[in-house]
């Protein structure tokens, strides 16, 4: 077979499937030319799932007649120049995204700069280019698809259902509208508008922040926390939510560098190891960071679709964003999900469909009621709540099913997981004295033998000297057991039978090139859960006060080491709420 130049239509359609592999990608590289252009209003229209329509208007600099014949050629573009690759400051840059498009679908331009006094309109048919004619438009571009991969019907077989490809494109626009929040963006899904993006506010954190609610929810910017840092050239602002707002998956994090979306590896990294002591392995925070850098510093010409970006120095982002994070979740203080407490709330408000012809006389008071305290100790107890309303929560009132500590301060009631706060307390006691003078140990007057299968006793004693160094003293004792003679003093009477057991499990899935301190968050967190106030036990009114007044100056305790809340709030409002005096 014989070598020969492909024809530029064959040639559009390869580089297509590099560029357009369905609707959303189409969707992205319109409104990245919308942006580009200096548009303050897009408009974007799907239909049919983006195979039958997909539309895009603005009112940025728009181009004259003699630019509109450029733009569908390959490798046309205004945003490249021969000496500038290496310094890129526009989200579009390679000249492929239109004549790519117009390869696969039926495609037509119209569009107005300030200085034409008409608007022209081109059309383009699988490659095919027409010939360019006036056309009635104020100033701005309108580009419609129509018919995506109607030349290459083969490309048809892989897209999904039209709601998956119309939440891939909302995706896209969504991500777009988060980096540019001072853009109106209005949607419309099959002549129906799915929603208006408007600007809020007049300083750009709080337009950002009024759009990332508009986008992740008003969960998220009621308990986010602003995120600041700055090392050499790199400076990382956003919004991340207190750990206790987090969700299964990642796709509630979003990272821009210099007003790109991007998906870095490294990225997804340095946000997994800056919660790593708040968060279960398999939760992740929500959060939207932008990272603003000098443009030579990070290669965004990787792949076509302009997703991935590569840095030149990662050590320096990775620091950065781990820094931040942990920087802007520790000024967060011991706050806790509000989310939560106004679910209670709302779902309680929701089902109020009770029986008041129930008759309260077959209730047996003072019965299997799981409250702490007898009723006598109650009354004998006086608490003046007038004197103490400045304790951020409140003074303990009971123990409710020997599990949740009920407190009152001035805004209200506030219940406490007994078990996660003081979880917390632990961990947080045992990380501070790892980093001074180390963890105290306490010699068992009776050592502790463990049985357990020997694959588990293997790494054990495999990691034994960095186990004293945790204040935990294991030996081998004979076949298939290990001997405890010291445990760390702050753990107290704790069930060292389990604490060992789940350790080992947890040191068979820690990588054996790893020290223990780089897995600090998971063998801590298993020291602490075991040596915490356990969920069944009874407290008196002094040590639940003791716990909360523990809360109050403990880093982080508004949630347990897997990211849970340690406790929630119900203001005064909130039961006025439920009662129907508000």
Avoid at 342 to 359: A, G, I, L, P
Avoid at 553 to 574: A, F, M, V, W
């Amino acid at each position: 077979m014989k070598i020969r130049i492909l024809n530029n239509n064959l040639i559009n359609q390869i580089a297509a499937g590099e560029v357009v592999e369905r609707p959303a990608s189409v969707i992205k590289e319109l409104i990245e030319n919308a942006i580009d252009a200096s548009a303050q209003n897009i408009k974007v229209v799907i239909n049919g799932g983006g195979q039958s329509l997909i539309s895009v208007l603005d009112n940025g600099d728009g181009m004259n007649k003699e630019e509109l014949e450029l733009c569908i050629h390959r490798h046309a573009t205004s945003k490249l120049r021969e000496d500038n690759l290496n310094n890129i400051d526009s989200l579009g840059f390679r000249g492929e995204a239109l004549p790519s498009i117009g390869a696969v679908s039926r495609l037509s331009i119209t569009s107005r700069n300030l200085d034409s006094s008409n608007a022209y309109k081109i059309n383009i048919n699988a490659g095919e280019i027409h010939e360019i004619i006036p056309h009635p438009m104020n100033k701005g571009t309108l580009v419609e698809v129509r018919d995506l991969f109607y030349s290459t019907p083969a490309r048809l077989k892989f897209l999904k259902s039209s709601r998956t490809e119309v939440n891939q494109c909302l995706e896209i626009v969504n991500r777009l509208a988060m980096a540019n929040p001072r853009i109106v963006f209005t949607c419309f899904i099959d002549g129906n508008e799915r929603f208006t993006l408007n600007k809020s506010g007049l300083e750009l954190e709080d337009i950002r922040l009024s759009r990332l609610g508009d986008i992740m929810g008003k969960d998220f910017s009621k308990n986010a926390f602003p995120v600041i840092a700055e090392r050499d050239n790199f400076k990382l602002s956003g919004y991340a939510a207190v750990p206790t707002l987090n969700r299964a998956n990642s796709l509630s994090q979003f990272f821009f560098i210099n007003g790109r979306p991007i998906k870095d590896r490294l990225i997804y990294g340095a946000v997994r190891a800056a919660y790593q002591d708040f968060l279960a392995s398999n939760r992740y925070p929500c959060l939207a960071l932008f990272i603003d850098c000098p443009f030579q510093d990070v290669d965004v010409n990787v792949h076509p679709a302009k997703t991935e970006v590569r840095f030149k120095d990662n050590n320096l982002v990775r620091g950065l964003i781990i820094g931040g994070l942990k920087g802007a979740i520790n000024s967060s203080g011991f706050m806790a999900s509000s989310t939560i407490s106004d679910k209670v709330v709302q779902n309680f408000t929701d089902n109020k469909n009770f029986n008041t012809h129930s008759k309260i006389s077959n209730i047996e008071f003072g019965k299997n009621t799981n409250f702490a305290f007898e009723p006598s100790v109650l009354e004998s107890k006086t608490y003046n709540f007038n004197d103490n309303n400045d304790y951020p929560l409140g003074i303990a009132r009971l123990q409710v099913y020997e599990t949740y500590i009920v407190s009152q301060n001035s805004e209200g009631l506030v219940i406490v997981d007994q078990h996660a706060a003081h979880e917390r307390i632990v961990y947080e006691r045992m990380k501070k004295m790892l980093s001074s003078s180390g963890i105290k140990k306490q010699i068992l007057l009776i050592p502790e033998v463990v049985n357990m299968n020997q694959s588990g006793i293997d790494k054990l004693i495999e990691r034994s000297d960095e186990l004293q160094e945790l204040g935990l003293t294991i030996e081998t004792f004979g076949d298939g057991a290990v001997i405890v003679r010291e445990i760390p003093a702050l753990l107290g009477k704790t069930d060292i039978q389990g604490l060992v057991k789940d350790l080992s499990d947890e040191l068979l899935d820690i990588d054996g090139t790893l020290s223990l301190k780089d897995r600090l968050s998971d063998v801590c967190g298993t020291m602490a859960c075991h040596g915490s106030v356990r969920a069944g036990r009874r407290l008196s009114s002094e040590e639940m006060n003791a716990l909360l007044r523990e809360m109050e100056e403990t880093p982080h305790s508004g949630q347990c080491n897997h990211g849970r809340p340690t406790y929630i709030t119900l203001k005064l409002t909130d039961l006025e709420r439920l009662f129907g005096r508000r």
